[in-house]
């Protein structure tokens, strides 16, 4: 795995760590989902460039627009907005009981 | 035909792939496809394989998107299932899921739906995810309970499951049991090459509830018998088996497991052709005994005409019957005992590999699953 290289933290500084899904296309380091921003860049150079916001922006962005889209093509089950934070933690990469199933961890689910 | 399938089976499992699960969409989507000319298969990508292919009548389309986490990703799933059945909303007529995952998006296009129950996440997911709480596993069983209860029929492989489900709300005329099943394997099949003199086998995932801790357990105990060996045949990644290898190694048992991954489906047959024994020491979890399943290596083993030794569950009572025995589960020693003592009467041991080998050619193959699964389909159609 490659960890997101993004500087976290408000007075211990850290690299975030989790699961990077993209590269930044300007300086290059790996970034997970919460640190894309919306145009694809790290959160510096997105600053850089004077496009701040918030750096989950892009993937709240993305889950708000699913749980809209969802709630009307699901007439609206409201089962999607009913998972929150708390319940997706849970779910996280590093969260996994046996961290040997992260190979390929979803289809470790429903075995016949 | 580029578009306008009638047909759409979904599952939120890569395929294919070694596992279990993969022989058993390939059967129940191949009886879809062939009923309604064709069709569209949904399912989990990743690993090489392609987003997308076409196959005579049939469209597979793959999801490969990269998202860390396992809830966003299924949820990520469903919006992806959702628009490409969209693209089909005039023809699709029936659609067949195995998770709540793919039956929201069917059932938000208010097509028939046919929901094949072979595991429930809400039961499953804590063992791969301890930290999800039980008020979260309490919003997905409720998610579970809504699309069973609205799905037109609902398939289980087993007695186990059919009481689940229906301890759930689901009325009973509308489940179906629809057994898993295993094709009889050629008595000549020949000898893997580097398999080892006497072996016992086992094939399969090795996920916590499939007991292969007690089973290492009982060959510890069986270190007399210097000629026998055990391979265990997974089904999954090698980095999937370190704890258990950490095991073998505690127990003094290296050099005496062999340990085989992914092998090819083609391949697994000739192993358990040629064991001594095969083994299923499933634990006694909420997994086996509450949510229940219907295990194709005993089948397999069965097809394979091989003497079956594995735990006395409900689950396992259904599939091998009076064909094989049965130990108390998660007990190493009567395990081991067991295994001697068939070792100790092979005629017993061919006898019993033989029964079970007629039990599947007389109802069990994958021939018969499809045909009882075609009921099913008829059914509905009548509706």
């Known amino acids: 795995m490659t960890p997101c290289a993004v500087t976290t933290g408000f007075f211990t500084l850290g690299k975030c760590g989790q699961m990077a899904i993209a590269g930044c296309p300007s300086c290059g380091r790996a970034l997970c989902a919460d640190h894309v921003t919306e145009g694809g860049l790290c959160p510096e150079c997105a600053a850089a460039r004077n496009q701040v916001g918030h750096p989950a922006a892009a993937a709240a962005h993305r889950r708000r627009a699913y749980r809209h889209r969802s709630a009307t093509e699901y007439s609206d089950y409201g089962w999607y907005t009913s998972f929150d934070a708390y319940d997706r933690a849970a779910f996280d990469p590093d969260a996994a009981g046996n961290q040997d199933f992260r190979d390929d961890g979803d289809d470790a689910l429903v075995d016949s | ?383």
Not at chain 2, 188 to 215: C, E, K, M, S, T
Not at chain 2, 353 to 380: I, K, P, S
């Open chain 2, 1 to 383: 035909m580029a578009d306008g399938h009638r047909a759409a089976y979904v599952a939120f499992d890569r395929f294919p792939s070694t596992k279990g699960s993969a022989v058993h969409i390939r059967h129940m989507a191949a009886e879809l496809f062939d009923r309604y000319g064709g069709g569209l298969l949904c399912v989990l990508g990743g690993g090489g394989l392609p987003s997308y292919q076409r196959e005579g009548d049939v469209e597979i389309v793959r999801f490969d998107a990269v998202v860390p986490n396992w809830l966003d990703r299924a949820e990520a799933f469903s919006a992806w299932v959702a628009d490409r059945l969209a693209a089909h909303r005039d023809t699709l007529e029936v659609c067949h899921v195995r998770d709540p995952w793919g039956a929201l998006p069917a059932l938000s296009l208010g097509r028939r739906l046919v929901y094949e129950a072979n595991g429930l996440p809400s039961i499953e997911l804590p063992y791969t995810w301890p930290l999800a709480a039980p008020s979260t596993l309490a919003k997905i069983a409720d998610l579970e309970r809504e699309c069973l209860l609205k799905a037109d029929a609902v398939v289980v492989p087993s007695q186990v499951i059919a009481r689940t489900v229906t301890a759930r709300g689901v009325a009973a005329e509308r489940v179906h049991l629809v057994p898993n099943g295993a094709d009889p394997v050629p008595a000549d099949v020949p000898r893997p090459p580097d398999a080892p003199g006497r072996y016992l086998i086992y094939v399969g995932a090795l996920q916590p509830w499939q007991g292969i801790d007690v089973l290492l357990r009982a060959f510890a105990r069986l270190a007399d018998l210097s000629d026998l060996s055990l391979v265990i045949c997974s089904s999954v990644a090698p980095s999937r088996s370190r704890a258990l290898r950490r095991l073998a190694e505690r127990l003094g048992l290296t050099g005496r497991v062999h340990w085989q991954h992914t092998l090819p489906h083609a391949e697994v047959a000739a192993w358990l052709a040629h064991a001594e024994l095969s083994v299923a020491p499933l634990t006694a979890s909420p997994r086996n005994l509450d949510q229940g399943c219907s295990p194709i290596k005993v089948w397999e083993s069965m097809a394979a005409g091989t003497a079956v030794v594995a735990s006395d569950l409900p689950v396992i009572r259904e599939v091998l019957g009076e064909h094989g025995r049965l130990v108390p589960p998660d007990r190493p020693a009567e395990l081991a005992r067991a295994v001697r003592v068939l070792l100790e009467y092979p005629d017993l041991c061919a006898d019993l590999g033989r029964q079970a080998r007629e039990h599947v050619e007389n109802g069990y193959t994958w021939t018969h699953a499809r045909t009882r699964l075609a009921a099913v389909y008829h059914g509905l159609d009548l509706r």
